[in-house]
């Protein structure tokens, strides 16, 4: 679960998918994942899905963080 704190500082990358988002748009996305880019710059991914139970118990995480896009996609991977 993230901070209360970090919550309410975070704020919703565009959806690479989103219909209001323009085919120009480059914000990155990992499918079956929410992108979010706090305002420090730290990006967050939750799990669009959860896990099955067996997988929570194995240790995967729902929701990971990391300084860069492919720090976090390196992350989601391992998951």
Do not use: K
């Amino acid at each position: 679960m993230l901070p209360e704190q970090t919550v309410r500082h975070l704020r919703e990358a565009p959806a690479a998918h989103d219909a209001q988002t323009p085919d120009t748009d480059a914000t990155p996305a990992i499918p079956g994942w929410r992108l979010i880019v706090s305002d420090t710059g730290r990006y967050w991914a939750i799990r669009n899905r959860a896990f099955p139970r067996v997988a929570l118990r194995a240790g995967v995480e729902p929701a990971v963080d990391a300084d860069t896009f492919e720090e976090v996609q390196a992350v989601v991977a391992a998951q």
